[in-house]
């Protein structure tokens, strides 16, 4: 069933992609891109619709669906928010003045959701506690990378490359992985945008996968990996980090229009 629900929501996302980002071409939420173009967004609604009427059509709602789900929608509501505050410190203050922006909210409401993902996988004690830190950092991690068209893609498809040969299990999420090729064509072609809803929820797999696949030493050096993105993040610019190293620029380039 699980391989049926991967074909199902891709070709869910491949009679949505168009109307969709045709509709949001259009809208209050198209977004500006590095170029100074006004491109569709967010794509992340293409992932979210298709994975929806895919759990639906084989009624294979779980609780571990509920975590992807309400992160996409958190990311949702930034996205119709448009924060102009940036940043975990800047999102903090705004908590201290209480009148949290809609990035302070999408982080608290990521926080329950992590924290009730990582018990309904049964983790407990230490486990628990690491693997709620990677739920919680992942979205932010991809939604650091979303700054040029399909980044957040290459990685998320690096590291599923990475967790495959490691053991993790693909079909698992097969009602959200089947649109990300979609997905992946409009970003790295320019024609639409992730949005913090789609990087949120290819941030959300990847950190699904990750504790799922992971043994304790795994799931601890993947937080320090992600704590480590995430301060840098604060302090320093990861497009120019990526422009200085040939192997990521490279990388970094393929699949996009000069």
Do not use: Q
């Not at 929501?9 to 168009?18: D, E, G, M, Q, T």
């Amino acid at each position: 069933m699980r391989a049926a629900e991967l074909i199902v929501s891709f070709l869910a996302a491949v009679a949505l992609a168009p109307w969709l980002s045709r509709a949001l071409a259009g809208s209050r939420l198209a977004r500006i891109n590095h170029r100074g173009r006004s491109i569709a967004a967010p794509l992340g609604l293409v992932i979210l619709v298709s994975a929806l009427i895919t759990l639906a059509a084989f009624a294979s709602w779980s609780a571990l669906a509920c975590y992807p789900i309400g992160v996409a929608l958190l990311g949702l509501v930034d996205d119709a928010g448009a924060s102009a505050v940036h940043g975990v410190r800047a999102h903090l203050r705004t908590l201290r003045t209480g009148r949290p922006d809609s990035g302070a909210l999408k982080a608290a409401g990521t926080l329950i959701l992590a924290l009730a993902t990582a018990r309904w996988l049964g983790f407990t004690g230490v486990r628990a506690a690491l693997a709620a830190g990677v739920l919680v950092l992942a979205p932010h991690a991809f939604n650091l990378l979303d700054l040029r068209p399909g980044r957040a893609v290459k990685a998320f498809v690096l590291l599923a490359g990475a967790l495959l040969a490691a053991g993790g299990e693909l079909l698992a999420l097969g009602a959200f992985l089947g649109p990300v090729p979609i997905v992946a064509f409009y970003d790295l072609r320019e024609r639409g945008m992730l949005g913090d809803s789609g990087a949120s929820l290819l941030g959300a797999l990847a950190g699904l996968w990750l504790v799922m696949t992971l043994g304790l030493a795994g799931i601890a050096f993947a937080l320090a990996a992600l704590v480590t993105l995430a301060l840098y993040g604060e302090v320093c610019s990861i497009s120019a980090l990526i422009a200085r190293v040939p192997l990521l620029r490279a990388l970094d380039s393929v699949g996009r229009p000069a």
